[in-house]
């Protein structure tokens, strides 16, 4: 699904990855879980590229479900992997970075665990060979991508802007379904290393020139992302 100019949306409606796509060359953002080899496939098929079109694969941190098919795209298309320096060890390590969940068990977890295993997302696999970036980077890859680090959710959880395109991709820095609870709308995620400096990282986002919000999980926001911000930092507030 097209979200956004050039930027099209993969996606089982539990975690997102995005294809950014520029004159034959791909971006991918995030890599889902590891048995989402298939969805990757048929959305460079969508958009009209191979595997051998992809040049990076930027992962917004280092989660099981959003690093799953990493090694396979750097080894097969074959690609480069880049992760904030902050999550880099975790990424090489296949090693979840530390961190705790707001919430008890729920039906929506259970589905969304049940997904997991289903789809190989509980274990998080190494990648072979990754570099890093540091806030504020434009690395030259479609789209032009800026890094935007907000940390919380991992130590180095980033969201990565597309001025020309009018997009930001927030990984699980802001998401727009909990995949705890099952509620919609932008929210920090329940899972985190840091509550606390989650909610002041959306302070990042604030200014951020863009029209539509493509977060890891849940349906695209169509608003500003200092919109999206407030309303997350609101039920933040409540929670």
Not at 168 to 177: F, S
Request: some cysteine.
């Amino acid at each position: 699904m097209q979200v956004a100019d050039g930027i099209e949306r993969v996606s089982e409606n539990i975690v997102n990855f995005y294809l950014v796509e520029e004159s034959g060359r791909v971006m991918v953002v995030d890599a889902g879980m590891a048995g989402n080899w298939d969805l990757l496939i048929g959305g460079l098929a969508r958009i009209g590229r191979t595997l051998a079109d992809i040049e990076a694969v930027v992962l917004t941190h280092a989660h099981s479900d959003h690093v799953g098919i990493a090694e396979r795209i750097r080894a097969e298309a074959p690609a480069e992997a880049r992760i904030h320096e902050a999550d880099l060890a975790y990424l090489l390590a296949g090693k979840r970075p530390p961190g705790g969940m707001s919430a008890g068990l729920s039906r929506r977890l259970v589905s969304t665990l049940w997904y997991g295993l289903r789809k190989g997302g509980v274990r998080m696999p190494p990648v072979a060979l990754a570099r890093s970036f540091a806030d504020g980077d434009v690395l030259d890859l479609p789209g032009s991508p800026r890094i935007v680090y907000a940390p919380g959710h991992t130590p180095g959880a980033c969201a990565i802007h597309l001025p020309t395109r009018g997009a930001l991709m927030t990984g699980d820095v802001l998401g727009t379904l909990d995949v705890v609870t099952g509620r919609t709308g932008p929210s920090i995620s329940p899972f985190y290393s840091d509550r606390a400096q989650a909610i002041a990282s959306l302070a990042r986002l604030d200014s951020l020139d863009a029209a539509i919000v493509l977060p890891g999980h849940g349906e695209p926001y169509a608003g500003t992302p200092g919109q999206a911000a407030a309303e997350a930092r609101a039920k933040a507030g409540a929670a």
